[in-house]
């Protein structure tokens, strides 16, 4: 084969001829997957197609989400602290890039936006079984959700699912107290379909941990995992309230909601209070009771 400048020629040993072997379009899917953008807009909005990629691309990263965290519930359950932890790493990294993500949906504008966003109808994120998928399996569970999805089975079967299953903290403490750590009965038998909420009694364990990170090495790493996680997803959160401001001010969502003040509140929402509790009075000078009266 001649060269010609500012080519690079093709060597002799890649293939050319696929026709009988897997190739690339076909192990992911491409045809499908690069035809499944359909926009609404009527003309078609140029940057309609922005819209609809950014969400398609977040719902496949939620998927993975849910098979990486699935995977550490089992991990926990087998006392696999290093492997759950593998996979809670690539989870913060998913986060960080859905974070960032937001800056490219920054780049439509409200009158942009304002030009095809009446032909969404009520579709809305807030529809996303997935997002809510992630949320139930790490804490934020809410049995009133369900009904958002009558009219999606699929989905609606696999919050139910989450919903009357452990969340992936609840593994990592039931792990805790098979390695002797005194978690309270009361953590361990909770009603697993209640949102996680605060649980004083279980701060002085998590103390314990935190005051002797040598002896108990690989319960603090993961203690501190669980909180990158958090951080991680809080800053998603953060950052799509943001993008809904700067895009839509603080006009209703398409889905019914109140927009902006709806994901403000989703803030004051926590997966694991207690290993932000945890953190109060670390490093400083221990309490000396004062001396017996006389």
């Known amino acids: 084969m001649s060269e ?29 997957l690069l035809s499944s953008q359909h926009p609404v807009s009527r003309p078609e ?20 989400v849910l098979h990486e965290l699935r995977a550490v519930r089992d991990h926990l359950d087998a006392d696999d602290p ?21 800056s ?6 409200p009158s942009e936006y304002a030009e095809f966003r ?32 009558d009219s ?20 990592f403490l039931a792990h805790l107290a098979r390695r002797g750590h005194a978690v309270p009965d009361e953590v361990l038998h909770r009603d697993v379909r209640q949102a996680w909420t605060m649980h004083a009694d279980l701060v002085p364990v ?13 319960d603090y790493a993961t203690c501190e995992d669980l909180v990158d996680i958090e951080d991680a997803f809080q800053f998603w959160r953060f950052r799509h309230l943001r993008t809904v401001q700067r895009t839509i001010g603080f006009t ?3 889905g019914g909601s109140s927009g902006a003040a709806f994901l403000r509140r989703a803030l004051d929402l926590t997966f694991s209070p207690e290993l932000y509790e945890v953190r109060t009075g670390i490093g400083a000078p221990a309490q000396v009771p004062p001396p017996a009266a006389v």
Do not use: C
Not at 104 to 109: D, E, G, I, Q, S
Not at 132 to 141: D, S
Not at 152 to 171: I, K, R
Not at 210 to 218: S, V
């Open 252 to 254: 209703t969502g398409t």
């Open 4 to 32: 010609h400048a500012g080519e690079r020629p093709l060597e002799a040993g890649i293939r050319t001829d696929l026709r009988q072997t897997m190739s690339y379009g076909a192990y992911l899917d491409l045809d499908r």
């Open 206 to 218: 998590l103390r314990a941990i935190y005051d002797d990170t040598e002896a108990h090495w690989p």
């Open 118 to 149: 009446g032909s969404l109808g009520s579709s809305s994120g807030f529809q996303s079984h997935q997002y809510r998928a992630v949320e139930f399996i790490l804490g934020n569970k809410n049995a009133a959700m369900l009904k958002v999805f």
């Open 45 to 64: 909005h140029h940057d309609e197609l922005l819209f609809i990629i950014q969400h398609q691309t977040t719902e496949l990263w939620f998927k993975l």
């Open 152 to 171: 999606a089975p699929e989905g609606q079967a696999v919050l139910a699912e989450l919903l009357d299953s452990p969340t992936v903290y609840d593994a």
């Open 82 to 102: 290093a492997r759950a932890r593998k996979g809670l790493a690539r989870v913060k990294h998913i986060f960080r890039t859905l974070a960032e993500q937001w």
């Open 104 to 109: 490219v949906l920054a780049t439509l504008t």
